[in-house]
């Protein structure tokens, strides 16, 4: 009996220790000196024993083992190929530069973007083929470009998934929402207001309304915008009228704006939004064709529409005041009439152009004035400026208050005591930074294009503004 007994103990106890045996081997890591595909064979064999590893489960090593093998390698090949493919995305970017902001942009039906440039995809196509450039959309020229700004950003997002495109790398397109810094919203609005404002044949509203309604109440359903109520939306509207009708629904998004004279502080403010250049109109010159001081026999210049509303009055003020100068172009200008050409001559000719509030803070003669490296003279006390927490203007840019501006005999005086040399620094300073407010397609590293996403992704930490902002009379003090 005694024996009998012994031996039944003895089987149970080797049955005990099997099994923990057992359990111990599922629980092992890649380190182990147990193959892994002898722990597999044992799960997928419909073994009766089954224990959930203690990993975490994002790592592909971590699927149950209870599932089969071939699943298991197809999800690691499937992840090695998505890597490699982001590699090859990004190739032409360098570690440093690569990705700063991850952006997440709506498929929005082609009526909010390039169809309202006529362009039609074939079947259900939503975007336009990058690699064909010559099939490319274009923008509409004259004074629609300036307002452009919708079209570059697009147009880069798209190519930031096009491994046969080089662009600037501030900012990559991320097919998964909850991966995103930023929701990019790709309407074309100040095209929209631009040419469809007004309602056509026997409409009652106009397009430009349909749209801004329509989008409004695709955002307010979509969980991206329930998640932050908006507040990581990123929405262009760059001209001072477009988005009228939306702009205070959507107002808890980020604006890429051109200023804030016509938005309550509520709706937009320098805290919350993005000032974006105008894209300029006259040619620029390049830094080895610009004229010296010697080489520009103008003093100041001003080219434009004189008679303004709002804070341009005192556009009318200057112009009486210095039409009589001697060494100052100040004249009616416009479009027509080769009117760009003659200004981007007549600045290119001038030490000094005028940036004078009209009916809004700021206008697109400054970009000219930078592109022709003409010395700007920004007279717009509520001016916001682009990327001013990178770059100080005091340093390429005089600043004169309004008040000052009308007192006789005040601007050219102040302007003709500048020196050679003073000039000179700022006219080498707008060289090396001209760059900053060009649009390319592609994009280039540290163009207007790549500064915005920059931009985005710096309103984290705003610190810079401020002291650049108190610079701006700060230099007229020790001329």
């Not at 600037?168 to 074309?188: H, L, R, T, Y």
């Not at 509207?237 to 502080?265: E, I, Q, W």
């Not at 003020?317 to 027509?336: C, N, R």
């Not at 000094?352 to 490296?373: Q, V, Y």
Request: charged letters at 25%.
């Amino acid at each position: 009996m005694f024996p009998s007994r012994l031996l039944s103990l003895l089987i149970a106890f080797s049955i005990l220790l099997l099994i923990s045996s057992s359990l111990s081997l599922l629980r092992f890591d890649d380190d182990s000196s147990v193959p892994k595909s002898v722990l597999q064979f044992i799960v997928v064999n419909n073994s009766s024993i089954h224990s959930k590893p203690n990993l975490k489960t994002d790592d592909p090593r971590t699927i149950p083992l209870k599932r089969p093998v071939f699943e298991i390698e197809k999800r690691v090949v499937e992840e090695q190929e998505q890597e490699q493919e982001n590699y090859t995305r990004d190739k032409s970017c360098d570690d440093e530069n690569r990705g700063l902001l991850r952006v997440y942009m709506y498929d929005l039906p082609p009526e909010f973007h390039f169809g309202l440039l006529g362009w039609k995809g074939d079947g259900n196509r939503t975007w336009p083929d990058l690699n064909d450039r010559d099939k490319l959309p274009s923008y509409p020229g004259g004074l629609n470009l300036q307002h452009s700004i919708e079209y570059w950003l697009t147009l880069d997002l798209l190519a930031s998934n096009n491994p046969n495109v080089t662009r600037g790398c501030s900012a990559i397109i991320v097919k998964n929402s909850s991966e995103a810094d930023v929701m990019f919203v790709p309407f074309f609005s100040s095209l929209s207001y631009n040419r469809y404002s007004k309602p056509e044949g026997k409409q009652k509203i106009s397009l430009n309304r349909i749209l801004q309604e329509r989008l409004v109440e695709f955002l307010e359903k979509r969980r991206e915008w329930k998640r932050k109520g908006g507040g990581d939306h990123l929405i262009v509207a760059h001209h001072p009228n477009s988005m009228l009708f939306a702009r205070t629904k959507l107002g808890s998004a980020m604006f890429v704006l051109a200023d804030f004279g016509r938005y309550p502080t509520e709706v937009a403010n320098v805290e919350k939004d993005v000032i974006a250049p105008y894209r300029h109109m006259v040619r620029t010159i390049a830094a080895d064709d610009s004229p010296s001081f010697e080489e520009r026999p103008t003093l100041v210049y001003f080219q434009g529409a004189i008679y303004r509303k709002d804070g341009g009055e005192i556009r009318q003020e200057l112009y009486y005041l210095l039409k009589d100068e001697e060494d100052a172009h100040f004249a009616f200008g416009s479009v027509q009439s080769n009117g760009v050409r003659q200004a981007g001559k007549g600045m290119s000719s001038s030490k000094f152009c005028l940036n004078i509030a009209g009916d809004t803070p700021s206008s697109n003669r400054l970009f000219d004035a930078i592109a022709t490296h003409c010395v700007p003279v920004i007279i717009s006390d509520e001016i916001e400026l682009p990327f001013e927490d990178i770059l100080d203007y005091s340093e390429f840019s005089v600043f004169v208050k309004s008040s000052d501006a009308v007192k006789k005999g005040y601007l050219v005086n102040l302007l003709r005591s500048i020196e050679r040399d003073h000039w000179t620094k700022m006219w080498e300073r707008l060289k090396e930074i001209s760059g900053h407010f060009e649009y390319n397609y592609p994009s280039k590293r540290g163009d207007a294009v790549d500064m915005i996403w920059q931009t985005v992704y710096r309103k984290r930490s705003p610190t810079m503004l401020s002291v650049h902002r108190k610079n701006r009379y700060s230099r007229l003090q020790v001329l």
